[in-house]
């Protein structure tokens, strides 16, 4: 009896906790159902919330009216209006918020290094009703990636052209390589770091040592978008295609619109050296015009110049002889112009290249006071848009500079440093240069002997060479730490971070 009675007791006592058991499980499942299709809700807030700005808000000038939608197991999105949005447009900082209406009005300043970083905004929220409020604040940054510290870019060829595109083993990255798009073989190339956003993303660079491949940087890949190839009506696009330079369906984001807007004012080098007025008159582009006057133009100007050229049939500088060694190789244009741009000048202007020039020299500074008073004055943007084939730079340079050098289906462009260090004990040329090649094949030549530095940046969808057949780390490319109104006169490269707030 008494065993019974107290198998009875327990079995009251086990089914009693069993009930219990239950009935806590039940509420447990019940909780846990609520949470899940809250967390559903949220999740579907949140996608609904970024194919809105990354169907609307990446193209220029953009005007949308507010949305809101109701999700399958409750809960509710708003996405806020916004009028005239210019995402990629360099003049809206966050520290000039006001110059147009604002997408979202819940403006957030996060601090940042550069303390110049643009940030939009967005609110996408679940019904106010809901148990919990859940908010998204979309981050629209828009940035030069080449001041963030991405200072090798490579793009995806133009449409129709296959193959890898190879870069140098002669470089060196202080920092990091990017790969948009396509295929690159940058295996040469040593880097701090390499980031792959193509579709296999196995190219990779060796470290920075060179003593072996670089593992990837595995970060998830998230849309970066840009001026790309095929621009036109909807805006930037993210195929890793390049069309920056000047892109006339997306002209916000183009070297030419920086060009031209900027309020440094530009000239333009676009007829033969050999007629009267050989580029657009202009106060000191030589010394043989000024404003309204014309003269000759053969060996017009002198060093004190902004710009001055020399003409004839065959190289009118002996210090820079075409080179002779293929595939690089060229022969002199009958009637070219050899034009000389002194970069230290304050007067100096912008200048859009479309013909008339055979060979390019970039006079930098030669001695440490114009090397150091340089650094002070405004960036100097050079688009290049016909076919030269031969780039000279000589001396060093402390100036900003933004060269372009637009399409040419690969055809063959010569680049050579020459001079002498004006730092105290020498050592390489240095230049603050930042290079956008577009479909040219370029052979990069150390003249000097002793390596660049290049305190800027390089993208490029085509070919990068060296002339040198060794694999020494000629040209090493270094983060511009200081940039200043650079920020507005390099393109920019946007994408969303969204955070969430309750």
């Known amino acids: 009896m008494l065993m019974v009675l107290a198998f009875t007791i327990i079995g009251g006592i086990g089914i009693t906790a069993w009930v219990f058991l239950l009935a806590t499980r039940a509420i447990q499942s019940n909780r846990m159902s609520d ?24 193209r220029d000038t953009v005007t949308q009216a507010q949305t809101s939608a109701t999700l399958s197991g409750g809960g509710g999105l708003t996405a806020d209006a916004f009028t005239s949005l210019k995402t990629f447009n360099s003049l809206y900082t966050f520290t000039n918020p006001s110059a147009y209406i604002e997408p979202f009005h819940n403006l957030r300043k996060i601090a940042t290094t550069d303390n110049s970083v643009y940030y939009t905004r967005t609110t996408a929220a679940t019904d106010s009703t809901q148990p919990e409020l859940v908010r998204f604040y979309n981050f629209q940054k828009s940035y030069p990636r080449a001041l963030l510290g991405d ?27 990017l790969i948009y798009g396509g295929a690159a073989d940058v295996s040469g190339v040593a880097a701090e770091e390499c980031l792959n956003l193509s579709k296999t993303g196995t190219d990779t660079t060796l470290n920075i040592a060179g003593t072996a491949a670089l593992l990837p940087s595995n970060f998830s890949s998230y849309p970066i978008f840009m001026a790309g190839s095929d621009g036109a009506g909807t805006g930037a696009v993210t195929d890793g295609t390049l069309n920056i330079l000047k892109n006339t369906n997306f002209a916000v ?29 202009g106060a000191n ?26 003409t ?33 000048s304050a007067t100096q202007h912008n200048l ?20 150091t008073n340089a650094a002070s004055l405004s960036p100097l943007i050079i688009l290049v848009e016909q076919e030269i084939r031969d780039i000279r730079f000589n001396g060093e340079n402390s100036r900003p500079l933004v060269l372009g050098l637009g399409t040419g289906t690969g055809v063959t462009c010569f680049m050579s440093w020459s001079g002498s260090s004006t730092a105290s004990g020498g050592g390489p040329l240095r230049w603050r240069l930042h290079m956008i090649n577009q479909y040219r ?25 060296c002339t040198n057949s060794t694999s020494n780390k000629i040209f090493n490319f270094y983060r511009d730490s200081n940039p200043g109104t650079l920020t507005t006169r390099l393109p920019r490269d946007a994408w969303l971070e969204t955070v969430i707030s309750q």
């Open 352 to 371: 859009y290249i479309t013909s008339g020039v055979t060979q390019l020299i970039l006079q930098g500074q030669t001695n440490a006071a114009d090397y």
């Open 151 to 177: 200072l090798l870019i490579t793009h995806a060829k133009p449409t129709g052209a296959s193959g890898n595109i190879y870069i140098s083993d002669n470089i060196e990255v202080n920092g990091r390589v």
């Open 312 to 344: 004839g049939d065959n190289n009118p500088f002996s210090a820079y002889p075409e080179p002779t060694t293929s595939p690089y190789n060229y022969s002199w244009t009958k009637g070219g112009s050899a034009v000389t741009i002194l970069l230290k």
């Open 35 to 58: 949470s899940v299709a809250r967390h559903l809700s949220w999740s579907n807030s949140r996608a609904i919330n970024q194919q809105y700005s990354y169907s609307f808000a990446y």
């Open 441 to 465: 094949n370029i052979y990069l030549d150390d003249a000097g002997g002793n390596g660049v530095d290049i305190t800027g940046s390089l993208r490029t969808n085509w070919h990068i060479n």
């Open 253 to 281: 984001n183009s070297v030419y619109t920086d060009l031209t807007t900027d309020t440094l004012g530009y000239y333009v080098l676009s007829s033969n050296a050999n007629s009267a007025t050989p580029f657009a008159s």
């Open 285 to 310: 582009i030589d010394s043989n015009k000024s404003q309204g006057v014309t003269g000759t133009a053969t060996n017009g100007g002198s060093a004190t110049s902004d710009i001055w050229m020399k």
